[in-house]
């Protein structure tokens, strides 16, 4: 088997600070509670730093979150939360994160490269 990369496929965005919730863990519902993180979409993994300083390692401590995304599945949503520029992530084994930014063309550009690793990462 063969790792094959698409010319322009590649994705990686530089990180950002993204509102996240995680409201489903394993198929389990949580209790729904935003938090400001430092997110970072490498070309199969989104993850959740505390700030930024905690992706440097210029400080430790706090708990970072990886979330595969082969597999996973993106799509907005105006059901599952009142505020705007809302979309979900439900990855492979049942965990769902809600992201949203106030700025609708950088929640985009969010989405639109995290749909992008999720497809070029799930095998057909
Ligand atoms: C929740 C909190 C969330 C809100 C959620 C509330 O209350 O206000 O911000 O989600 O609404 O239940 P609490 O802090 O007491 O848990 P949104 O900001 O996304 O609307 P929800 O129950 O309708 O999801």
Redo the contacts with the bound molecule.
Sequence with gaps: QHNVVIAGAAVELKGEQLNV?KISESGKKQ????TSMWTVLTSDQLLFYKDKQQETGQKSGGKTDVVQLGGALIEWTTE????KN?FQITTNTGSEY?L?VENHSTASKWHDAIKRAIDSSTKA
């Design positions: 919730a209790r729904k509670n935003w599952k939360s009142s505020r809302v809600l949203q």
